[in-house]
């Protein structure tokens, strides 16, 4: 009535079946993934970007401190001392201690 499945026969089985259950993920769209692709090297450049700039606002911070021996009361106050245009509105800043960071 029953056939014994020999032992050699059991390994292709299984491995025909695990292939029939990864190709039930359905097609990719090779063009939604170099799009995705595209997006996470942009926000990876931006994020690279910001944190070169927020560097550099952090420097300029203690230039200023080592030219006038206190913190500048505000950000506005090392604009002069940029030699890049930033957009000193995305840092916060606390002139007790210097400290500067992105604005969440």
């Given at each position: 009535?029953?056939?014994r499945?020999?032992?050699?026969?059991?390994?292709?089985?299984?491995?025909?079946?695990?292939f029939l259950?990864?190709?039930?993920?359905?097609?990719?769209?090779?063009?939604?993934?170099?799009?995705?692709?595209?997006?996470?090297?942009?926000?990876?450049?931006?994020?690279?970007?910001?944190?070169?700039?927020?560097?550099?606002?952090?420097?300029?911070v203690?230039?200023?401190?080592?030219?006038?021996?206190?913190?500048?009361?505000?950000?506005?106050?090392i604009?002069?001392?940029?030699?890049?245009?930033?957009?000193?509105?995305?840092?916060?800043?606390?002139?007790?201690?210097?400290?500067?960071?992105?604005?969440?």
């Open positions: 009535m029953y056939k499945i020999a032992a050699g026969n059991i390994i292709p089985c299984l491995l025909s079946m695990a259950f990864a190709c039930s993920e359905g097609p990719k769209n090779p063009v939604a993934e170099y799009g995705d692709a595209l997006t996470g090297a942009y926000k990876r450049g931006q994020q690279a970007g910001e944190t070169a700039n927020l560097d550099a606002v952090k420097k300029t203690g230039i200023y401190r080592a030219t006038h021996d206190n913190y500048p009361q505000s950000l506005d106050d604009k002069d001392l940029m030699t890049s245009k930033i957009d000193l509105s995305r840092y916060e800043y606390n002139p007790e201690n210097g400290a500067v960071s992105l604005k969440e």
